[in-house]
């Protein structure tokens, strides 16, 4: 499903973990377009994402595609059906060059033993994940265009800024591009938010708050 950005986190556990995971030997690298893990397969691993930046999508029967997030440095990725041994629910793809640690079951148990606090860290940002994805579900049922897109804004900036495209905004929220283009005119000349290539800056944090909740 969804990566989990461990700056959901406390800043002291999202340092803690980043330097757990990133001590990690197992790093595996991915090329521009190439698949991580796909849909349907069962996991041996899940992935912490060292570098770069990663589309979890999932595939209809008839092969449309339906993103789910854009991943970046920090997160975690593929570790729901890793935890409940279930096929995958969605696919992951490189959307830059990436690096990517690959963590197995032997791996998290020697972890666990040398960090035992890491497991209910794990725990917290898996709750937090849960509650992530049921505002998103509630934000497609009953928000309209406008909020649902000032909301996936806040959920998804880092330091002030938002790096998503705007078909990659249109195909999370299920809006054209077009709209999204409006809209996010619209947040600009309000002066809500600056846009620059790949790049958005919030400006008006609690203008956005409130625009979410609409």
Known sequence: MQGINLSHSGTETKKDMQQIFESLGSIRTFAKGEII???????S??????????????????????????ASRGELLGEGAF??????????????????????EQTLTNLFSKHPKLAFELLEILSNRIRLLSSQLDSMTFLQAD???????????????VSLTHEEIASAVGV?????????????????????YRKIVIKNRER???????
């Open 208 to 214: 956005l708050e409130e625009m979410s909740e609409m």
């Open 45 to 70: 691993t899940f992935c912490y994402l060292k570098k770069g930046r990663v589309s979890v999508f999932m595939t209809s029967i008839d092969g449309m595609e339906k993103t789910l997030n854009t």
């Open 176 to 196: 054209s591009r077009v709209t999204v283009s409006k809209t996010l005119g619209k947040f600009s000349a309000n002066g809500d938010i600056s846009t620059a």
């Open 83 to 104: 935890f409940d041994k279930k096929p995958r629910v969605s696919s992951a793809r490189a959307v830059t060059n990436c690096e990517v640690v690959m963590i197995d």
């Open 147 to 161: 909020a649902r897109i000032a909301r996936l804004l806040l959920q998804s900036e880092k330091d002030g800024r």
């Open 37 to 43: 893990y796909r849909q349907g397969d069962f996991a």
